[in-house]
């Protein structure tokens, strides 16, 4: 679907451009899938069309940071399960992208409910799952569909891998288990590039480990270690690690994270909460609490938000951020921890996540208030190409 020129302005809504306070009366212009400028008062050159959105409001499309979409596929029960491969609990070469069945009818509930873009995920079953793809929401190629292959590797703390091997009467069967097992992983690694690096200087032949290339992108800080932990035993586990092989640290779920709120933010971790309005069907989960994102703000805390789909509806995830702003949390925050916030994480907030010149046109139009559930998403706009409803 396109319907859209290549020069168009957006007119007369009330704009959020998660970068600055909200512009009543504000204007849009699109050139070529990019925002040329947002502002009030902009002059809108002659020949381009004009779309008049009087009492409508735009937002910046929105970005799941964590979901398996594609991956555990919904309505397919265990045959739509491809996030979790258990020969073994270390497999960082497995990847998402290679899972991803387009087809899965939560890419047009995601669509239709403005997320314009997802991180899709392996699941939390292994110790180290396997690696990150960024998508955007546009077709049903998964090429065409890719924005990166890799933006982060997923490991796992706490009941999900720990449960899984034990059954097996494998390592890791505890937590402590799970973290000797990264340890020694990453110290593998980290040996490994010692290794390279000295063959490379006296010009020998060096033979590569393709898992300890993956590692070492992390032990490099190319990319972060994404850590599922709920606990907060498990999420000060995680950080202790990460300080000790000096790694970018991302913490996913974070469910205990709002009762170490003022240590998170003196460890400056970003963390991604969520899904916020599912049931603690597990121990872990005991000390869920929707008043989280308000006190994770409260202490500073860098936070997204995430929908964990399909463990919530993905199109449940603007829900989850007008749940936490009934709980305390701040609306400005609150558009942010699905717009610009996750860019950050995922490295593209030069390119997605806010309404700014010079960046790609992924916007949703409201039919009025968004924090307010009575108003709905009536089209969605990705890369300057209308991919749901209608702009008239």
Known sequence: MTGLPNQFALVGARIYTAAGEPLDQGIILIEEGHIKAVGQGIDVPADWTRFDLQGKSITPGFIDAHCHIGVFNEGAGEVGHDGNDYGEPVQPMLRALDAIYPDDPA???????GITSMCISPGSGNVIGG????LKNRGNIVEDMLVDEFVGLKCAFGENPKVRYASLRKIPGTRM???????KHFLKASQYNERKTRHHEEEKYFEHDPEMEVLGKILSRDLPLRAHAHRMDDIQTAIRIAEEFDLRLVIEHCTEGWT??????RKQVPVIIGPLNSTRTKFELRNKSLESAGVLEKAGVQFSIMSDAPVERIGALFDDVRLAIRNGLSERTAL???????????????????LE??????????????????NRVEAVIIDGKLQYGAIQ
């Open 107 to 113: 890419f047009v509930d995601a669509l239709q409910n």
């Open 131 to 134: 690696q990150m793809a960024l």
């Open 177 to 183: 288990g799970i973290a000797a097992m990264i340890r």
């Open 260 to 265: 170490i709120a003022d240590f998170l933010a």
């Open 336 to 354: 942010e921890a699905i717009t610009i916030r996750p860019a950050r994480i995922l490295g593209y907030e030069k390119q997605i996540g806010s």
């Open 357 to 374: 010149s010079g960046k790609q046109a992924d916007i949703n139009v409201f039919s009025g208030d968004p924090f307010d559930s009575r």
